[in-house]
């Protein structure tokens, strides 16, 4: 039977009044227990034949990663994708899948894979095969030349998708072929359901759900292969994710006020309105002065307290989380009003955010140039917790500009979707729990993270639990000297891929229960 999320017992919500009678809500912790992961038993199989196989194809393996890693696939721009998008669907065909097809949508082309075990256990495994733009002057190697590079970690490739998500998508292809290799067949049936839009927002990944529902609803779960591990080791798991409303926000001069056909004379300000000005007003209405709490009426409204079981999983990293290192880590000296402990990790995981990600207007190169902009721009992100519903936000957000005289502001939708969430209980979350407790030491689970992904579409959608896991190390996703390590130095306890395929071959077998 697939394991459903439990929603007993959800505390109540308390409210704190702010400026202009908005009400942020705050959420007591109604128990002190902690989720202990320690508790589930590690897994005990051992497969030294499959694993002889992976040490003996580790160099050919090591490849396999950076033929991946040297094919562009960035969505933003339309780079490569199709190559990328056949590279990995001659890939799952090479390695024995009976099906493997482009699937095709509205925007860039989806991945679909099958392979039929006739096992008791079905995995669907969820992947993406696109990553973000590059600024190549940015970058100590060549961003799509993957090459190996010594790091302080060890033998790393450097390369954009190192670490989001190529390294650990082929590395979990890499066991498979071993697998297949020395035992004929898999532990467990396979659907692989890729596409190449998650940088984008995954707006048509629901077309490539569509083509395939009833089949994928088969599964038992979904896998989300990427690294986990931090330099010292410790292994983190995250059972869920943030929802995402993504727009823009354009003030263009017109019947109101304003340049209304091109720029103008910076002295016409004098008599002429700004878009420039108006747009920067009209963002400052949605936040209070410190930018800290949106002030949209109803925007913190139905967001779903944490439940009993995701109150333990936040106990257990509050106990076990270095929120000083996490600061220096992400460049910051503090968060917002001191946030700390148990109360920063609820802000952060059960708070929906309102941030500017990028605003432009009129004249930014060197120099002077006096000029009043007919046009100003904003792109904005709001993530959203679970209860809280991308269309309904920006609907909000849109009564709210009409309700305070800025009707001319446009807004332009660019990807929206929920949050999604996993039960701890879940047999194939406990099936990767078994697996890292056998192979590290220090796992700390948390109930989501702050960022998004669209799983929803399968914990929502289809009813299955989705767990991303895999061992390893990487960092620089989306920034400059992206990594994945490769070999660990002498002295560094993490996975290298060696050590990352095996706890995947562990892992299908756990599933399995062999």
């Known amino acids: 039977m697939k394991s459903m999320i439990l929603l007993l017992l959800i505390p109540a919500m308390v409210f704190c009044t702010v400026a202009h ?38 160099e050919s393996h090591t490849r396999a990663l950076q ?48 392979y039929d075990a006739g096992a008791e256990k079905t995995l669907l495994v969820y992947m993406m095969y696109d990553v973000q733009p590059v600024n190549p002057e940015d970058w100590d190697s060549p961003p799509f030349e993957a090459n190996i590079v010594d ?109 209304q056909n091109s720029e103008i004379h910076g002295s016409y300000k004098a008599i002429v309105d700004s878009p420039t000005l108006r747009l920067v007003q009209a963002i400052a209405s949605l936040t209070s002065r410190d930018g800290n709490t949106i002030m949209v009426p109803g925007y913190y409204e139905g967001i779903r307290p944490p439940t009993p079981e995701e109150q333990q999983l936040i106990n257990g990293v509050a106990r076990n989380q270095d929120q000083g290192q996490m600061k220096q880590a992400i460049g910051v000296a503090r968060f917002i009003d001191d946030l700390s402990g148990t109360e920063a990790i609820v802000e952060a995981l059960y708070m929906p955010t309102l941030n500017v990600d990028g605003l432009w207007s009129g004249y930014t190169g060197e120099g002077v140039k006096t000029i009043l902009p007919h046009i100003a721009t904003a792109k904005v992100d709001s993530r959203l917790p679970v209860g809280l519903d991308p269309d309904e936000a920006l609907a909000k957000i849109r009564y709210h500009l009409d309700s305070n005289g800025f009707e ?20 194939l979350t406990q099936a990767v729990i078994s697996v890292y407790n056998k192979y590290s030491k220090g796992l700390s689970i948390q109930p989501r993270i702050a960022g998004s992904a669209p799983f929803y579409q399968f914990t929502d959608r289809l009813g299955l639990p989705l767990v991303p896991a895999g061992m390893g190390h990487g960092r620089g996703a989306h920034a400059p000297n992206e990594i994945y390590l490769v070999e660990p130095g002498p002295d560094i306890p993490v996975a290298g891929l060696a050590g990352i395929e095996k706890s995947y ?10």
Request: charged share 25%.
């Open 21 to 58: 009678g908005t009400e942020r809500p705050t959420f007591p912790m109604e128990t002190s227990d902690a989720y202990d992961p320690s508790r589930v038993a590690a897994y005990r199989g051992d497969h030294a034949d499959i694993y002889a196989h992976i040490e003996q194809s580790i």
């Open 67 to 114: 033929r991946w890693m040297r094919q562009p696939s960035i969505s933003a721009q339309n780079v490569g994708i199709q190559e990328m998008a056949e590279m990995l669907r001659s890939d799952l065909e090479r390695i024995g899948f009976q099906e493997a097809a482009l699937v095709p949508t509205d925007g860039h082309p989806g991945v679909w894979g099958v």
């Open 151 to 259: 790091h302080e970690l060890g033998k790393v490739i450097m390369a954009r998708g190192a670490t989001n998500q190529k390294g650990p998508e082929r590395a979990f292809l890499n066991a498979l072929e071993s697998i297949i290799a020395v035992k004929g067949t898999l532990p467990v049936n396979l659907m692989v359901a890729a596409e190449g839009e998650e940088e984008l927002g995954s707006p048509h990944y629901p077309q490539i759900v569509d083509a395939y529902e009833k089949r994928m609803r088969e599964a038992d779960g979904v896998l989300f292969p990427m690294s986990v591990q931090a330099p010292d080791g410790k292994t983190s798991m995250f059972l869920g994710v943030k929802g995402i409303l993504y727009f823009e926000m354009e003030s263009r001069g017109g019947d109101w006020g304003g340049p």
């Open 408 to 427: 001319d502001i446009v807004i332009r939708k660019l990807s929206g979707y929920p949050a999604a969430q996993t039960s701890v209980h879940a047999d």
């Open 505 to 514: 071959v562990d892992l299908l077998y756990a599933l399995a229960g062999e």
